[in-house]
């Protein structure tokens, strides 16, 4: 097997097994739209980074940080709901991004790489990156895993118990842009964000506890960029979007089990 496509697997599994069990808060709070707002503040980081002659790293985090923020204040605000805050920050990022980048005339940027990544272009260097960090996120994840959860089932709760549960959400915010920062340049916006919210979505058809949804969470995952990478190899098409519709597919898979068991259930 060559080096690109090993190394590509290892760094596309490393990045499911962090984004699934994120992304079971996300598709538990409703907030679908927070994992594409936090990906499109991603090209926003790009283009400053290019401007200001950072490492896209430095400035992706620093973005999808502030938008966090800017997330958590307007929620405040009387009269807007989460998802018109997380609309009008997603598309404001997104364009903002892609206007910066044409306006400073970085005309080698490579926008399909932004968007789907390049993972077969993962080197040694983006797998220790992606490895590392992920493996921090993770256990930050399990450090705030009660109050964030309890928070995620019943906020009033969480709060009369003092459980932190606000301090968990914007740790759990960090670490969302960290993840972003971080898998960007293999997984890019769209792999990245369908890493985040499909597979928690396919793991939430048999689940049978918070704990075990983040786990399966992550198989699935790691299961889709498996299946994508190989038919992206066979089929020679493109490996992000073939990662995505492999994913897909295994949710419509989870889902027509889970209805043909209820049917036998209720036949039953």
Known sequence: MDHFFTRALIAGICIAAVAGPLGCFVVWRRMAYFGDTMAHSGLLGVGLALLLQLHPTIGVFAVAAAVSLALLALERAPGLSSDSILGILSHSALAAGLVLIAVAGFANI???????GDILATSKTDIAIVGIGGAAVLASLVAIWRPLLAGTVSPEIAEAEDLASRRARFVFMLMMALVIALA?????VVL???????PAATARRFASSPESMAIWSAVAGATAVLAGLYVSLWFDTPSGPSIVLSAVTLFMVALAAGILRSRVGAGG
């Open 184 to 188: 960007m340049k293999v997984a890019g």
């Open 110 to 116: 490579d926008l399909h790489a932004l968007l789907f």
């Open 192 to 198: 990245l964000t369908s890493l985040l919210i499909i």
